[in-house]
């Protein structure tokens, strides 16, 4: 077996489920959701409510508070569960410099359905127009190491949800005593 995954990130383009499905796998494993969108400096926010993809400048900070973060929740003896859209195998790389056993969950699903469920989703800053820049700078993680692709089209959040957990079992999580 790999390293224990201590940590996950679900990871995908806008619309793919990532918060949803971390609740849900919160609730199941007893792990610490993070919220990656709540990081978003102001500017970032600004930018892709305007309708401009962030670029790697912009992402830089953002990826830096989320590498605390998992910190944060990992030395206080939980286990974070980070949405994060990861885009970028750079970005994954960051991200797994936190933590040792940094896990990640590919939601993988259209551009046509993600462009229908953001434009269907109420309040979110991240309009649909943005969709088709997240998958031109998509660098699909499918083989690198501690991964798992799921398609988020063909199956509920509760079964996402459930298949992240049995493979996070299989893979070194242990339930809080």
């Known amino acids: ?104 969950v590919f939601l993988e699903l259209t551009p046509e359905v993600a462009a229908e469920r953001v434009s269907h989703r109420p309040g979110h800053f991240m309009p649909s127009t943005l969709i088709d820049s997240q998958f031109a700078t998509l660098e699909s993680p499918v083989g690198e190491p501690l991964t798992l692709a799921l398609d988020a089209s063909t199956f509920s959040v509760e079964q996402l949800a459930a298949r992240a957990h049995i493979w996070w079992q299989a893979h070194g999580l242990k339930h809080a005593g």
């Open 1 to 104: 077996m790999n390293n224990p995954i201590t940590a996950l990130v679900i990871m995908g383009v806008a619309g793919c489920g990532k918060t949803c499905v971390s609740e849900a796998l919160c609730q199941l494993s007893g792990a610490t959701a993070i919220e990656g969108d709540s990081f978003h400096p102001a500017a970032n926010i600004e930018k892709m409510s305007a309708g401009i993809p962030l670029n790697d400048q912009d992402r830089a900070g953002w990826l830096d508070s989320l590498c605390d973060e998992l910190r944060r929740i990992d030395a206080k003896g939980e286990r974070p569960v980070l949405t994060c859209s990861a885009l970028k195998h750079s970005y994954r790389e960051v991200l797994r410099s936190a933590l040792p056993g940094l896990g990640f």
